[in-house]
């Protein structure tokens, strides 16, 4: 089997179909060194499609990594929905290179928030679309090729609307909470869907914001469960929905989301994510989740060659990292991840 057939295997329930265990990334795999290799450097990479592309399938192309991921941040949405949006021309010109950020929040009620007519040629929606049919021209079949998005409530809480103030109106207001997220839910199903349609094979929901560790599992319920359902359920391929943080007391609630897979980050252990997958629907697909900083960055081989076995071991689907790539992480260090997965993933 190749990468693609083994990752749409896991995602569409075929899992013991696969002659290994894939070896993913559904959330940024961009790094110095595939900047160098590629010449796709940020901020450029962010904007122009062909080096998007070129930089999104680096991990695959040279470390053998599965699937192809893009973009690589998470102001997308929010850059969409009106939010300004500072991409470190600044620091790029010095050679660092940084994640880009929001200037200032954009919403105090939703009726405030700006929903473009025409979506699929907004901002940075049309860059994506146009690096997805690059990507499946070369890799079509071959490798999977993945978006991942950053939901409502996130682009809520984290750019559009004052954290803090978003934060209260959970408790202060829930209304307002509600109104916020049913104004973005249908647009950003549109947005979800421009990609389907422009040849994406999976959709990744990266809700960084709605983990254990900022949310309590009663307001996960109320206010993010309900919505990543609706989304979930009219994007047209295959999904993962991919919480970075603690979620070990939601990850029932996540699986009942529907999307096709988790994925959890290295806070979380994959026995007990397993045990309460299975408890709701037994076999359903996990992806984790070695750290991406103090394993797959910092460590040496043998270290993340073990920490591979042990979480294959424990239950897991395919591999991926807990998280982003971090940004300065050795090209050999994420082969060694793959290397492992395809060592000790043989079915």
Request: net charge negative; hydrophobic share 40%.
């Amino acid at each position: 089997m190749n990468s693609y057939e083994r990752v749409m295997a896991v995602l569409e329930g075929r899992k013991d179909e696969v002659d290994q265990i894939p070896c993913v990334n559904t959330v940024s795999t961009a790094t110095i060194e595939f900047m160098e290799k590629e010449d796709a450097f940020w901020p450029d990479a962010h904007k122009d499609p062909e080096k998007m592309a070129r930089l999104g399938a680096a991990a695959h192309k040279y470390c053998g990594l599965d699937n192809i991921t893009i973009p690589f941040d998470m102001t997308v949405e929010a850059e969409v929905f009106g939010v300004p949006i500072d991409f470190r021309e600044k620091a790029a010109k010095k050679g660092r290179y940084l994640w880009p950020g929001a200037k200032r929040s954009v919403a105090e009620s939703p009726d405030m928030i700006y929903i473009p007519d025409d979506i699929p040629n907004t901002k940075r929606v049309a860059v994506i679309s146009k690096a997805i049919k690059i990507l499946k021209e070369q890799y079509s079949g071959k490798a999977v090729v993945n978006v991942f998005m950053v939901p409502p409530f996130t682009a809520l809480s984290s750019y559009i609307v004052d954290t803090i103030k978003f934060m209260m109106a959970m408790k202060s207001d829930p209304q307002l909470v509600h109104a916020f997220m049913e104004k973005l839910t249908p647009p950003f199903i549109e947005m979800a869907n421009t990609y389907a349609d422009a040849g994406a094979d999976m959709i990744t929901l990266h809700d960084m914001g709605a983990p254990c560790d900022n949310i309590s599992p009663d307001q996960f319920e109320e206010f993010v469960k309900p919505y990543l359902t609706r989304i979930l359920g009219e994007i047209k391929v295959p999904t993962v929905l991919n919480i970075c943080g603690r979620t070990e007391p939601i990850i029932g609630k996540m699986v009942e989301c529907g999307a096709n897979a988790i994925a959890v980050d290295e806070r979380d252990s994959i026995a007990n994510v397993r045990a309460a997958a299975d408890e709701i629907k037994p076999g359903y697909p996990i992806i984790g989740n070695i750290a991406p900083k103090k394993v797959i960055h910092q460590a040496p081989p043998e270290v993340i060659k073990e920490q591979v076995k042990t979480v294959i071991e424990q239950g897991v689907d395919m591999v991926a990292p807990g998280c982003d790539f971090w940004i300065q992480t050795p090209s050999e260090k994420i082969k060694a991840m793959v290397d492992a997965t395809a060592e000790f993933g043989k079915r």
